[in-house]
């Protein structure tokens, strides 16, 4: 198992070093394996097990899954405390809800006792179609609640959490559904283990699949999100320009020697992913319908993003 082990880790490694652009996460369970119970962190080492009716699922978001079955079915890891960064935190997971719950369900936490007042960090389903983060910083246990989303059973979400020593955001597919300003340091809780599916002390039990979990050591920027949404897009140091949707419906493309455009919506979903002509200053789209959309425009020597609202 051990050298199984190794080999697996050896090939995460390759495959993801591919994403080198993007800020690294300081812990990366992919939820890949088929067998045994142990899921690998191919970043940190902490790597998890499964319990009680966790288990794997071939049918992830990317690649392999782990399937919850909301009694007793988690991921145990190690403590996961964050030595390194400016002292932030991001929680990202991509989720598939089998039961739309109106108790809580957490997705990722780590607690050093019982009920709420022990989370440290956690990120979880709320009110059948919220997200909620909490991280424990300065002494004080700051909480942050989505309004209620267009969450549905059965469909892949991106979900992230991000703490930059000022301010929490949650991020729902790339978009920003909820902030509040926060301070302090994350503390240190090395007997307290992170966990997947569950708290600490069993209890919050999410029933549904999780995938490609990661924790990094500050608080991701709105671009490094959109990033992780398009599968690791490189866009992470670059600034957003200003684009937008003119009244006929047509996307007006910021001033740059574009060649290649990805749209997607705010579920994730790809609306268009093709080339063009550098010379075209609008682009006539096929929308879904309207709302919120991801735009990445890509050139020779240029990468951007942005977020238009199609009316």
């Known amino acids: 198992m051990r050298h199984s082990l190794f080999i697996l880790l050896s090939t995460l490694r390759t495959f993801h070093a591919l994403a080198q652009s993007m800020p690294q996460p300081v812990h990366h369970w992919p939820l890949d394996e088929t ?25 992830g978001r990317f690649g392999g899954a782990v399937q919850f079955n909301g009694a007793d079915g988690r991921v145990v890891a190690g403590p ?12 990202s997971l991509w989720m598939k809800a089998g039961l739309m719950a109106g108790s809580e369900q957490v997705l990722l936490a780590k607690s050093d006792g019982p009920g709420t007042s022990g989370i440290i960090w956690s990120l979880s389903q709320v009110n059948s179609t919220a997200i909620r983060f909490r991280v424990r910083a300065g002494g004080n246990l700051t909480e942050l609640t989505t309004p209620g ?19 929490m955001r949650i991020y729902l597919n790339g978009a920003l559904m909820a902030f509040t300003s926060a301070s ?4 240190y809780a090395p007997s307290a ?9 069993g209890a919050a039990w999410f029933m ?29 140091s670059e600034r957003p320009v200003d684009m937008h949707v003119d009244q006929a419906g047509a996307l007006v493309l910021p001033p740059g020697d574009w060649s290649h455009v990805i749209v997607t919506d705010v579920q994730g979903r790809m609306v268009h992913d093709g080339h063009m002509q550098s010379t075209r200053s609008t682009l006539h789209l096929p929308w879904q319908m309207p709302g919120l ?6 050139g020779p020597t240029q990468r951007t993003c942005g977020r238009v609202m199609r009316l």
């Open 35 to 59: 067998t045994d119970t142990l899921a690998a962190d191919i970043s940190g080492g902490e790597h998890g097990t499964l319990q009680g009716g966790a288990a794997w699922n071939s049918a």
């Open 80 to 91: 996961c405390d964050l030595t390194t960064g400016p002292g932030g935190i991001s929680l």
């Open 149 to 167: 989303s267009s969450l549905f059973s059965g469909s892949w979400y991106h979900v992230c959490g991000t703490y930059n020593g000022s301010e």
């Open 184 to 187: 302090g340091t994350v503390p």
């Open 193 to 201: 283990p992170a966990c997947m599916g569950a708290r600490a002390d």
């Open 208 to 236: 549904g699949a999780l995938d490609d979990v990661r924790i990094y050591d500050h608080g991701l920027t709105e671009m490094d999100v959109i990033g992780l949404v398009l599968g690791n897009v490189s866009v992470g």
């Open 293 to 298: 959309y991801v735009v990445v425009l890509t």
